[in-house]
Nanobody, 127 residues
Framework: QVQLVESGGGLVQAGGSLRLSCAASGRTFSSYYMGWFRQAPGKEREFVATISGSGVRTYYSDFVKGRFTISRDNAKNTVYLQMNSLKFEDTAVYYC????????????????????WGQGTQVTVSS
């Protein structure tokens, strides 16, 4: 059974930093894009960032570009999201996601092609 487990969320003041981790088990995802998404109360789930299987190619939402960095360690089957200069608007539950097979970078920016999702980790930024 495939499992994705997020960790690293918490409460931080605006301007602070957090690093989220997503540890995968049950399958290796070194050949696939993986993504981070977030959902705030009363809002739709939105794309945050994605990273290619090799880790070379990344893409970010305009809302986090320049502040967040996605990375991965395939030896650990783990994806990370370094979040700097956090804003109150970043408050949300953050989810990592992985697909069953190969997807394009365009697809990786949407929720639909992902088959596996973590339970989420809460990030709360105080103003």
């Amino acid at each position: 059974q495939v499992q994705l487990v997020e960790s690293g969320g918490g409460l931080v003041q605006a301007g602070g930093s957090l690093r989220l981790s997503c540890a995968a088990s049950g399958r290796t995802f070194s050949s696939y894009y993986m993504g981070w998404f977030r959902q705030a109360p009363g809002k739709e789930r939105e794309f945050v960032a994605t990273i290619s299987g090799s880790g070379v190619r990344t893409y970010y939402s305009d809302f986090v570009k320049g502040r967040f960095t996605i990375s991965r360690d395939n030896a650990k089957n783990t994806v990370y999201l370094q979040m700097n200069s956090l804003k109150f608007e970043d408050t949300a539950v953050y989810y990592c996601a992985a697909p069953e097979g190969v997807i394009s970078i365009v697809q990786a920016m949407t929720s639909k092609p992902y088959d596996y999702w973590g339970q989420g980790t809460q990030v709360t930024v105080s103003s």
